[in-house]
Structure formats: C-alpha cells, structure tokens
C-alpha cells in the first residue's frame, strides 16, 4: 500500500507507535488481571481477549502467552464460571461474566504450548466449565464443549474430566449437541489408560446417565456412541456391570419395535462390539430368554434378531459386488461383518446349549423345535449364498473377474487384466471375508447337511488360500487370523467325499502339516513362543488329516503323508509341565501318525517300525503321567486308543 505521494504506508499495528501502544496496553493488561480486586481483574480479561483477537502477533507469541496465561486468577477464573443471577446480578450480567471466562479459556486452548496443556492451571478448569453449560448460551455451550473435546485428546485432560464428581451437566445435552460423543469417547480411551478401582464405577455412572437422557428417544446416537468407545473394554469386572444388562434391554426393545435401517444397523454395531468386548459375560446376556419379554403372541428375540441379520446378509449379497470398488464398500462391509460375527457367536450359543452335560449347568434357550428348523432353514439358505459369495470375491481378487470356471483363471504368477478389489483392503484383509469365514465354519461343522457340505466342498481352494494368509509371492505373515476358522469349515467339508477329494487337489495337505509340524517340533524361538496359542486349532488340523487318512483304504495310503509318520523319530517323553491342549495336540498328532501307519503299505510299515516304537513308548509315558488328571479325560481316551491298535 503506498499514499498519495508514492511512499510506503504502515499500519497501526505495525508502526513503532502502533507498537508501542500495543505494549503499553498488553502491560496494562496483565497489571489489572494480577491486581486483588475483582472488577479490574474482569477488565483485565476483557482487554485480553481484545487483544487477542486483533493482534496476531501476540497469538504466535508462545512466552507471551503463557505470560499472559500466568497472569489470570485460576480462582477469578472459576469464580466467573459460577456466576448466576441473584438480587444483586442480573442475567445479563451473569451471562456476560461466564460467557468472557468460557471464551478466554477457550483462547487460550488453542493457543497454549503442548506443557501448558497438561498443567493443573489449565485442567482444574473442567469441573467449572461441565457446571457452566446449564446457564450457558447456544454459542458458549459449543465453546465449552470444544474446549473439553480438546482436553480429553490428551491423557492428563482426559484424567482430569473423568474425576470431575458431576458430569451430569455435560451429558444431558448429549442429545442436542453431538460433540459430546466425542467428548466422552476420548475422555473414556484416553483417561482410563491407567485404570484405577472407581474406573467401573465411573463408567457406570456415565453410562448410565447416558440412558436416561436418551431413555424414550431417538437411541441411535446413544448406540454410535457407545459403540465407538468399543472394543475399548469400559470396566470388565465380575458380577457383570449393571449398564451392560440395562443396554442389552434397549438392543432388545429396538428389535422388538420393527426398527427402521438405520437403528438396525446401529444396534448391529452395537451387538458385535459387545460380543466382543465381553465374550464371556455379553452372549448370555444378549440371546438367554428373559421371565419379562414372554408373550404368547411375540417370538423369542433371539429368533427375530437372528432371522433380521439373516434377511440382512442375503438381500445385500447381490449389490455387494458392484460396489466393491466404490468408496461405500467399506461400510457396507463392516455392516455384514458385525451381521456375521453375531450370526456367529449365535451358532457357539446355540452349540454350547445343546453340549452340555451333567457337571456344565443347562443354559436355556428361548426357541421352541418349530422354530429351530425355521431358523436352520434361513441358516442353510444363508451360509449357501456366502459360500457363492466367498466364491465369486476369491474369483474377481485372483483371476480377475467373477464367477469363473477353474480352467479359465489365469496362472498365480499372470498378471490380471482387470483388477476387481476393494479399494481400502485386499481380500486377505477384509474383515467381511473374515467373519463369514468364521460364521459359514461353524455351521458347516455343527450342522450335518451332506448337501451344503458338498457345496462348500467347491471353495476348498479358496479357504486353502485364505488359509496361507497371502497371495502369490507374498512374504509369510506372523499372524494369520484365517487359519483357525478355515480348520473349523475344513472339519465340516471333509466329512463328505467331494469334500475329501477337493481337499486333496487343493494340496491342503501338504499345508495344513506343515503348520502342525511347526507347532510340535519348533525350530525357532518364534514358534516356540507361540506353540500354546496355537495348540487348539492345531488340534482340529489333525483331526481334519486324520479324517481324510481314515477315508483311504488299507495299503493306500500315500507317500507324502508318510512325514506325518517319520517326524515323529526325533520326539522323546513329553517335558513335564505342558499345558494340556499341547499335550492333546502331542497326543491328536500321535493318532494320525499310527493311523497312517496302520494304512501303509507292507513295504512302508517295515521302512517305519521304529516309529512305532517310539509312538508307543511316548504314549505310555503320557498314561503314566496324566492318567490321574480329571482334566486330561480326552487325552487319556486317544492315547488308550492308540495302543490298543
């Protein structure tokens, strides 16, 4: 900017007495807001806010702020925070003094160095600010409430807000101020980092208050919220949490109601965060009848949930695959991954309902026989579209494209001419996949349909694929999250003889023993270190190969197996002091050792008698040592079998 005369003009902010009235008035500033009386300490704030908001130099300033900061009374502040109206105030005014403290602590949280934040100055302002927002206008609730979103970001902020002893002001305007949400939640994962023993009566108490605000309203918002705090566990303690029962409650009457799509979907997320989050404690919870919600004319809510999550599943199959590359796959798919975790937690309910024996108390169920066949029929129709839909994904990934013949797809190591991905996550990685892997597992093992069994039979080859956890090239990763479900389903696949046959042409056994011979003769520290962790599913891998071993006639069996039989001459007595599902992992591999054994050719069994030996000479050893243990019933049983033959 130049004047008239063609010289460089300078604004008053900028000139040397622009400058030096800046100064004057910034000293000015901070002398009032550290004088005793309260009426030049409140125009003391009211410059400073002046100040700071037209002078941006000071804002940038990091030592004059704090300066400034310093200057401020903590106790004027919290004073001006209580203010309300009496004889002597009026509204006016006491809204004028909460307003200039609420705005000046909102300055100065954006403009505070990172130490500043985390100091006692700062946080012992969250109790004033949570009883002001009663008394406060539109523009200074949203003030407050950002200024403590920005408290709980970090974990001395987020400590500070949750030993606020009343927070029932903050969460009563959780239904018309949706940053609360987000106060809360940050509040939760960052400030129960250090859990302490009133955590669980914290959470109880906000959690709550949180139902009573939205108890005859619109639950939605109150779901997502809990939701994003999960699997985050918000006080996992025994006797389960009151809160947990009276949310379990509203999931049932949003069911009940006929709930439109999108308090469906929230009570899906809700349902699967839950389930995992509390495995132990939220199943009962969610699908045991309760005495109340009898009624002659109203199905079980277990039914109508599962029957919902099931219509969900299948009507949204066909648009799945066009929109795989469109930015709403992604929630798409984590909607059908919350519908099959539950389906699939249903189907360990239901399976630990019927197994129970006579030292295992009954857990009741609400379905009556008619309705378990209706409900095996839509789980049959269900799991027969996955498995077509498990089919069609592994197709487009792989080869390319969808729905194709096993002669057409291309080789491994071809390029693809068209790719068919999500955009977010590859197969390997796509929790959809995961979870109706684990649902269609357990089904396909619990349930004896020889039909859909041979269906599955012809996904062999991509749940042998999932099973290794990587394309074509791909480095080995250390945790592979599909092999436990996959082992399931290939238990349930193999008991047919489409199921065995398409076994053995995907090469699955080679695979599957690999992965067992890792786990009982561990050669580096890393498996070693995970032998217990995988001690169960590879357990179910033997017994999957010694399912399809059983199948072949005597003389029969095949060459390659043989490792399964010769591995077992570097084994001595088991060490002492094993967890039992090793030891029946020990014990499981020992069977199909001899079962092979005993399938061999004369010319193999000869080559392979002092296997024998030492199989027999393991199995006594483990009688001997756990034959008084009523834990070991099931190891003691295989091992007696194994030297009975």
């Not at 009426?39 to 400073?48: D, I, M, Q």
Request: glycine residues 4%.
């Amino acid at each position: 900017m130049t004047s008239p005369a063609g010289q460089p003009t300078t604004t008053p902010s900028t000139s040397p007495r622009g400058q030096d009235q800046f100064e004057g008035a910034l000293e000015k500033t901070i002398q009032l807001l550290q004088t005793k009386d309260d009426t030049s300490r409140f125009a003391g704030l009211a410059l400073l806010r002046s100040l700071l908001d037209n002078h941006a130099p000071l804002r940038n300033d990091a030592a004059r702020i704090s300066r400034c900061w310093t200057a401020i009374s903590p106790k004027f502040l919290d004073r001006l925070l209580r203010s309300r109206e009496t004889e002597k105030k009026s509204r006016d005014e006491a809204e004028s003094m909460r307003s200039l403290a609420i705005s000046v602590i909102h300055t100065f949280t954006l403009l505070l160095p990172d130490e500043a934040r985390d100091s006692r100055r700062y946080l012992s302002r969250s109790a004033g600010l949570v009883a002001a927002i009663p008394f406060s206008s539109p523009a200074s609730t949203e003030q407050i409430l950002q200024t403590l979103l920005t408290f709980t970001t970090r974990v001395a902020g987020a400590e500070a807000l949750l030993h606020v002893s009343d927070l029932s002001p903050l969460l009563k305007v959780a239904q018309q101020q949706p940053l609360v949400s987000d106060v809360v939640k940050f509040a939760f994962i960052n400030g129960l980092q250090n859990v302490s023993e009133k955590s669980p009566q914290k959470t109880e108490e906000v959690i709550s208050q949180l139902q009573q605000v939205f108890l005859g309203h619109d639950a939605v918002p109150f779901f997502d919220m809990l939701t994003a705090l999960l699997p985050f566990p918000l006080g996992e303690v025994e006797p389960c949490p009151t809160w947990l029962g009276l949310i379990t409650m509203h999931i049932r009457d949003g069911i009940l109601i006929r709930p439109s799509f999108k308090t469906r979907q929230s009570i899906t997320f809700l349902s699967s965060a839950l389930l995992e989050t509390y495995p132990h404690l939220f199943p009962s919870l969610l699908f045991q009848p309760l005495e109340a919600s009898k009624s002659a004319d109203q199905k079980p809510f277990s039914y109508l949930f599962i029957n919902l999550l099931l219509f969900e599943i299948r009507s949204t199959f066909p648009e799945i695959h066009e929109k795989l590359a469109s930015p709403e796959y992604a929630t798409l798919s984590r909607r059908l991954a919350a519908a099959f975790s539950i389906v699939a937690t249903f189907i360990a309910f239901l399976i630990r309902s019927v197994d129970t024996d006579e030292d295992t108390e009954a857990i009741p169920l609400e379905l009556t026989p008619d309705l378990l066949l209706k409900l095996r029929r839509n789980m049959a129709e269900t799991m027969s579209l996955t498995i077509e839909f498990l089919r069609d994904r592994w197709d487009g990934a792989v080869s390319g494209a969808a729905g194709l013949d096993p002669s057409a797809r291309q080789p491994s190591d071809t390029p693809l001419s068209l790719t068919w991905e999500s955009q977010d996550s590859d197969i390997y990685h796509d929790d959809l996949i995961l979870y109706a892997v684990r649902a269609l597992s357990l089904w396909l093992r619990e349930d004896d349909s020889e039909s859909l069994r041979n269906e599955a039979a012809g996904i062999t080859d991509v749940l042998v694929g999932l099973f290794t956890g990587r394309a074509e090239g791909e480095p080995e990763k250390p945790e592979n999250h599909f092999q436990s479900p996959v082992t399931v389903a290939l238990e349930g696949t193999v008991e047919t003889e489409a199921g065995i046959e398409a076994f053995e042409d995907a090469g699955a056994w080679k695979i599957l023993w690999t992965e067992i011979k890792a786990i009982v003769l561990p050669r580096t520290k890393a498996e070693k270190a995970t032998q217990t962790a995988k001690a169960l599913y590879g357990t179910g891998m033997v017994r999957v190969l010694l399912t399809v071993a059983q199948s072949h006639f005597p003389g029969k069996t095949k060459e390659e197996w043989m490792d399964v039989l010769a591995a077992t001459e570097g084994l001595s007595e088991l060490e002492s002091g094993l967890p039992l599902p090793l030891v029946h992992l020990y014990a499981s591999w020992l069977e199909l050792a001899m079962q092979l054994y005993n399938n061999a050719s004369l010319r193999n069994k000869e080559r392979h008698r002092h296997c024998q030996v030492r199989i027999a000479a393991v199995v006594e050893s483990i009688i001997s040592r756990y034959k008084d243990d009523p834990r070991a019933d099931e190891i003691i049983e295989i091992a007696s079998d194994i030297i009975r033959v």
